[in-house]
């Protein structure tokens, strides 16, 4: 398997514009899982999912954020209008199950830089 | 609400050296407890996890982390650390209960000097 696929890598824009991350969760999957990394805040729980279904959207910072999972292998974070204090890594991450493992596979993320 | 700390931003070790990255938590219930390691521009990659059982639990690349309920930690050890050992170190909890997200601490940086 190719593991957590997220696109883009990088991404530079300006104050004001819309940005969307796609996310490829591991292939039988049923759990994904946003992350934002910055230095001050450190790895924050933005959203999850399972089975396609958001079960936990009490970190998404404010309605300017929106995430959606349409199919199984496919997902994406939304950031509209994007602010300066959006720069960050985000990150998605698939698991099996939130059973007794509870181990998540991340995807490389999508480094966001909002000018 | 769980929660996790990690009390030190940076670890400084010289090859060879044993090294101790610090991890407390806090949940309701009974903690599923994690590891992993980032390198720059990388995602997270589990090291080891401790979920029931033995108390000193080992993972990849010759790391251990022990397990102490009395002190609700969950500090990872190397009895000999590696240049290639230094990144950036996350602890992560879930309560067992709760069915919910892991949820990371702030990350140490491991810098191990040659």
């Known amino acids: 398997d190719a593991g957590v696929i997220q696109s883009p890598r990088h991404e530079v824009t300006e104050m004001g514009q819309e940005v969307t991350l796609r996310c490829k969760p591991i292939?039988?999957?049923?759990?994904l899982f946003w992350y934002r990394q910055t230095m001050m805040r450190g790895l924050e729980l933005l959203i999850y999912?399972?089975?396609?279904?958001?079960?936990?959207d009490s970190g998404m910072p404010e309605d300017r954020f929106s995430a959606k999972m349409p199919n199984a292998s496919f997902s994406t974070l939304k950031i509209q209008p994007s602010e300066p204090r959006d720069s960050a890594v985000y990150f998605c991450?698939?698991?099996?199950?939130?059973?007794?493992?509870?181990?998540?596979?991340f995807g490389e993320g999508s480094r966001l830089t909002v000018l | 609400a769980q929660s996790v700390a990690q009390p030190e931003d940076q670890v400084n070790v010289a090859e060879g050296n044993p090294l101790t990255v610090k991890c407390t938590y806090s949940?309701?219930?009974?903690?599923?407890l994690f590891w992993y390691v980032q390198y720059p521009n990388r995602g997270l990659q589990f090291l080891l996890k401790?979920?029931?059982?033995?108390?000193l639990v080992k993972g990849s690349y010759g790391f251990e982390a022990e397990f102490n309920k009395s002190q609700t930690s969950f500090h990872l050890k190397k009895p000999s650390a590696l240049v290639s050992d230094s990144a950036l170190y996350f602890c992560?909890?879930?309560?067992?209960?709760?069915?919910?997200?892991?949820?990371f601490g702030k990350g140490t940086t491991l810098s191990v000097s040659s």
């Open positions: 991450a698939s698991t099996l199950g939130l059973g007794d493992t509870g181990e998540l596979f």
């Open positions: 292939s039988g999957h049923d759990y």
């Open positions: 999912f399972n089975n396609n279904v958001p079960i936990d």
């Open positions: 949940v309701s219930g009974n903690p599923y």
């Open positions: 401790y979920i029931t059982g033995d108390n």
């Open positions: 992560a909890v879930r309560d067992s209960g709760a069915g919910t997200a892991l949820i």
